[in-house]
């Protein structure tokens, strides 16, 4: 799996646990909705930090919380 796969399916799997839609994710948050779309859809190569700081500050939740995922093993990212 490709970072940039797993950075949207822990956003995912995080808006499934709060019960959040994206749409309420990117009000919540103030990222423009189509950032978010992008992020969700694999279309971003790097993800800027803020960003992924904006979610977990909306999920109230610490980047190591965000990044602490099974998703993120290194035998799992292809590089």
Avoid: G, H, W
Avoid at 31 to 52: C, D, E, G, M, Q
Avoid at 61 to 69: A, C, E, K, R, V
């Amino acid at each position: 799996m490709l970072f940039k796969e797993a950075i949207s399916k822990r956003i995912l799997e995080l808006c499934d646990q709060y019960d959040y839609t994206p749409n309420k994710l990117a009000e919540m948050s103030a990222i423009a909705p189509s950032t978010l779309r992008a992020l969700i859809s694999n279309k971003v190569n790097n993800p800027s930090s803020y960003v992924i700081y904006k979610i977990c500050k909306t999920f109230k939740i610490s980047l190591i919380d965000f990044y602490n995922s099974s998703l993120f093993d290194e035998k799992q990212i292809d590089d």
